[in-house]
């Protein structure tokens, strides 16, 4: 059985012209452009089409549609996973100061239900943080200090 690696070689212009159709559509689906989507997807569905009228083999239309989103991919990955990069340290940073916003609101006696409205989440996720900052915070050195300075009767009350 002969396999025919349309990756190797270059492309015919029907199988180029599914490629690039591909390609485009790969970069439309990287915008998020509803209608810039479904028009690379109508170009890919007319240049199988034309491509199948020359008799091309409808693997060699599939190796074509792989190599053309695999060109895209390696034009975009860069600036994507920069973006994700970026979209995770901003995810990090919002979640920090979520946190530290609860405990700030747990510290001065807000109870966790006022807290849990204003955060728009259930008062058992504002308990588990609440829960979570407190062992944290035990098994902390600032726990240490806040210890050392307290009275007996203060640490059971």
């Given at each position: 059985?002969?396999t025919?690696?349309t990756a190797?070689?270059?492309l015919?212009?029907e199988?180029e012209?599914?490629?690039?159709a591909?390609h485009?559509r790969?970069?439309?689906q990287?915008?998020e452009d509803l209608p810039a989507?479904?028009?690379?997807?109508?170009?890919?569905?007319?240049?199988a089409?034309?491509?199948?009228?020359?008799g091309?083999?409808?693997?060699?239309?599939?190796?074509?549609?792989?190599q053309?989103?695999q060109?895209?991919?390696?034009?975009?990955s860069?600036?994507?996973l920069?973006?994700v990069t970026?979209a995770?340290?901003?995810?990090?940073?919002?979640d920090?100061?979520?946190e530290?916003a609860?405990?700030r609101?747990?510290?001065?006696?807000?109870?966790h239900?006022e807290?849990?409205?204003?955060?728009s989440v259930?008062h058992?996720?504002?308990?588990?943080?609440?829960t979570?900052?407190?062992?944290a915070?035990?098994?902390?050195?600032?726990?240490?200090?806040?210890l050392?300075?307290?009275?007996p009767?203060e640490?059971a009350?």
């Amino acid at each position: 059985m002969k396999t025919d690696h349309t990756a190797d070689r270059a492309l015919s212009p029907e199988l180029e012209a599914i490629a690039a159709a591909a390609h485009d559509r790969l970069h439309a689906q990287g915008g998020e452009d509803l209608p810039a989507i479904e028009e690379a997807g109508r170009r890919v569905a007319q240049a199988a089409s034309a491509a199948i009228a020359t008799g091309a083999r409808l693997s060699a239309i599939a190796e074509a549609e792989q190599q053309g989103e695999q060109r895209a991919r390696q034009q975009l990955s860069g600036d994507v996973l920069g973006q994700v990069t970026r979209a995770a340290k901003r995810k990090r940073d919002a979640d920090t100061e979520y946190e530290q916003a609860i405990g700030r609101a747990g510290r001065i006696g807000l109870s966790h239900r006022e807290i849990a409205t204003a955060a728009s989440v259930s008062h058992g996720t504002i308990r588990a943080i609440l829960t979570r900052a407190t062992t944290a915070t035990a098994n902390g050195h600032a726990a240490e200090r806040e210890l050392a300075g307290s009275e007996p009767d203060e640490l059971a009350a």
